[in-house]
């Protein structure tokens, strides 16, 4: 008996303290049951993680380059796409002001293929049956203006690659059969062998001797969107080469680039300037020339001032510009500006000034021409 009661009040005590049935035990959450101080105030500190990513996030470009697909969809971008060809595209920026960048040679022929739009709340580029010459980077950005003056958003743009894929053009056609290539010293030279299909095997040659040219991965590296790169070109890499690419069917061979090496110091035009003759007598032809010594691939701009340009005295302007080879396998571009004058008299005495400029500035010489 005593044994009984004592059981049943173990059992009373147990339900009146607990007020429940026993339940399974479950894992305690971090920080359960901590016991946190009476009256005293606890600062609510923000998670430092989430601020620091939203602060990151704000820094990242936003891509607010979009396809719309057949189905009327849209979908974000990757950085390459490949498509075939003679489909059509539809992009869209997000955006009131966006700036499309393409292929330039669609701007180049005025290509009515392409269509570009700018809508309420973003700009529209449409490409209708697309060719393998169509592939290339395709992006835009939004513009941010002050008045007249606009400048690009860095924090969004959008950018992707396009490989319109066709198996009788594994290369992206060019407009000639024979590029010139420069290979300076001091900059990376590309052979724009760029394919259609991404996954074609692509391999370098040169004409003469006829051989394979190793591409190394360090000093010779192939990327699919450029071609073959040159990272530190020498003399020893001149001459014709040409490239070659395979993928499910007969090898295909590129056009051939002539790659001439370059070896003129940057800086402003290096500018001589010379008169036929620094005395003239009167109703003789007289010719002043200025010349430029350059890298292949600068162009210069000549202007001239007289002492007849005043009086409005009429003169003969003309430029021209060739390539010539200095024998030790270096190439330089020489330009030249000729200015004529006609019956020489009194008026056209004096000096004689050419300023040429280039992309790193501009030299001024000059020459004096009497009059007997």
Request: hydrophobic fraction near 35%.
């Amino acid at each position: 008996y005593n044994l009984f009661l004592i059981s049943n009040i173990a059992f009373f005590h147990f339900f009146l303290v607990i007020g429940q049935p026993a339940k399974s035990k479950r894992p305690k959450e971090p920080g359960e049951n901590k016991i946190k101080p009476i009256n005293k105030k606890v600062k609510a500190k923000p998670p430092k993680m989430r601020e620091r990513e939203s602060a990151d996030s704000s820094l990242k470009s936003q891509s607010i380059l979009t396809q719309v697909t057949d189905k009327g969809h849209f979908q974000k971008l990757a950085a390459t796409l490949s498509l075939s060809a003679g489909q059509s595209i539809e992009l869209r920026c997000k955006g009131s002001n966006v700036t499309w960048n393409y292929p330039s040679y669609l701007d180049t022929f005025k290509d009515s293929r392409l269509s570009i739009k700018q809508l309420d709340r973003y700009g529209q580029l449409i490409l209708a049956n697309s060719t393998a010459a169509d592939t290339g980077e395709y992006s835009c950005w939004l513009q941010l203006c002050n008045g007249n003056k606009c400048r690009k958003d860095e924090t969004k743009t959008g950018s992707t690659y396009i490989f319109f894929t066709d198996k009788e053009e594994l290369f992206v056609p060019t407009p000639s059969y024979f590029e010139i290539v420069y290979l300076n010293p001091d900059k990376p030279a590309v052979i724009p062998c760029r394919v259609t299909t991404p996954s074609a095997k692509v391999t370098l040659h040169r004409e003469f001797p006829a051989e394979e040219i190793e591409t190394d991965g360090t000093d010779i590296i192939y990327d699919v969107k450029k071609g073959f790169v040159y990272q530190h070109p020498t003399s020893d890499h001149k001459g014709i080469v040409y490239c070659k690419a395979e993928s499910q069917g007969a090898p295909q061979i590129s056009i051939k680039y002539h790659l001439l090496y370059v070896e003129v110091p940057k800086g402003p035009p290096s500018t001589t300037i010379a008169a036929s003759s620094n005395r003239a007598e009167v109703s003789d032809s007289v010719h002043v020339i200025c010349t430029v010594l350059g890298e292949p691939d600068v162009d210069v701009n000549f202007r001239w001032q007289y002492p007849g340009q005043e009086s409005e005295r009429p003169a003969i302007i003309q430029n021209f510009w060739r390539l010539i080879n200095r024998g030790t396998g270096h190439t330089t571009r020489i330009s030249k500006s000729i200015l004529l004058v006609e019956d020489f008299e009194a008026r056209d005495a004096g000096n004689y000034i050419c300023i040429a400029q280039n992309l790193q500035g501009e030299t001024t010489v000059a020459t004096r021409v009497e009059l007997n």
